[in-house]
């Protein structure tokens, strides 16, 4: 018979489920970074490989790496591997900064390149669809 517990350790309740890298997406199901840290902290040192099979947003291989872990992940949702993939890699911001004022000079004259998606103008207006077709032109003329 199982029996309901609740460890105290473990309750972080008042303590927002998102923080830093972790808001990128509200992906669903994601543990509680705290929790992670805390496990990661408990099992294992520095230096050590974390592997989680289902990653999910990648919560266990960003706290991974904050602890200097190495962390690999495995997941078959290509919307929560990029997810992933952005938490967990560095960007130089000096860079992105400098891309962001060129897109926004140049906004007006932007062409767009809107992908052939499926009811496309179901879930975005048609003015959405333009600007994120401005946007995704822009990212894809970007060359390093």
Request: net charge neutral; glycine share 4%; aromatic share 12%.
């Amino acid at each position: 018979m199982y029996t309901r517990t609740r460890r105290e350790e473990y309750d972080y309740r008042g303590t927002p489920l998102t923080f830093g890298r972790h808001k990128i997406h509200n992906y669903p199901a994601m543990l509680h970074y705290l929790l992670v840290r805390d496990l990661i902290n408990s099992y294992s040192k520095a230096g050590d490989n974390i592997l989680d099979p289902f990653c999910g947003s990648g919560v266990t291989i960003l706290e991974s790496l904050l602890l200097d872990r190495n962390s690999y992940g495995i997941e078959i949702n290509p919307l929560a591997l990029l997810i992933a993939k952005v938490k967990t890699t560095d960007y130089d911001w000096d860079k992105i900064i400098k891309l962001l004022t060129i897109l926004e000079k140049k906004w007006e004259t932007l062409d767009s390149a809107t992908p052939a998606v499926t009811n496309l103008e179901f879930w975005y207006s048609p003015n959405t669809i333009n600007e994120l077709g401005k946007i995704r032109l822009f990212i894809q003329n970007i060359t390093d």
